[in-house]
Structure formats: C-alpha cells, structure tokens
C-alpha cells in the first residue's frame, strides 16, 4: 500500500506560481513513477506532469516551460512537487497527485484545488 497526499493549492491570480507538494508513504520502494494529473469541472482527468523511477520527465503541451516537476526522497517518504508559474485561468482544476507501483498498481491522492483568477 502507498498511501499519498497532496497539499499547496489555491487562489492565484493570472501570471502567479504555486508550489504544490505530495507526500508518499508506505511502500516507496516499489514505486515506478509519480505523476500530477489535474481535472477541471466537466472535463476529463488529464496527465500534467510526470517522472519515472530513472528520472525521465514527462509534460503535457500546456505547461511545458511554465510547470516543473520534481521529486525527493527522506526515510520512509517519497516527496514530489509541482512548481507552477505563469499560470493561466486554464490551469484551473483539482490537481492529484498519482503513484504507480512497479506492479503497475496506482494510488491517488485526494487532490488540491488550483483556482486561477484575477
């Protein structure tokens, strides 16, 4: 089990950043990738970012440039980021954070709330 949790959201104006964070923890050993994904109010959920077990960084269209996508590890504790700038009314969504366990299981965290507004 890996248990995740998301944190950082909130109201930015247009051309703000925000910095959001996840926390894994459990079996972190086995994980094989750590994603941000984001859905917006009747849209799917869409991939935003993402960073495999070697390292190899994957961006949608819309933020390459504008989002990076980071990880840490502590004891125990699997951390990855999300550092937005520039942002846009379009980035508005719920972002969740997404582990993929090497046996291709994932885990979802609850999500954080981006709002993007003047």
């Known amino acids: 089990q890996v248990q995740v949790v998301e944190s950082g959201g909130g109201l930015v104006q247009p051309g703000g950043s925000l910095r959001l964070s996840c926390a894994a923890s459990?079996?972190?050993?086995?994980?094989?990738?750590m994603g941000w994904y984001r859905q917006a109010p009747g849209k799917q959920r869409e991939l935003v970012a993402i960073?495999?077990?070697?390292?190899?960084?994957?961006?949608a269209d819309s933020v390459k440039g504008r989002f990076t996508i980071s990880r840490d590890y502590a004891k125990n504790m699997a951390y990855l980021y999300l550092q937005m700038n520039d942002l846009e009314p379009e980035d508005t969504a719920v972002y969740f954070c997404?582990?993929?366990?090497?046996?291709?299981?994932?885990?979802w965290g609850q999500g954080t709330q981006v709002t993007v507004s003047s």
């Open positions: 997404n582990v993929v366990r090497l046996d291709s299981f994932g885990f």
């Open positions: 960073i495999s077990r070697g390292g190899i960084t994957k961006y």
């Open positions: 459990g079996s972190i050993l086995s994980i094989y990738s």
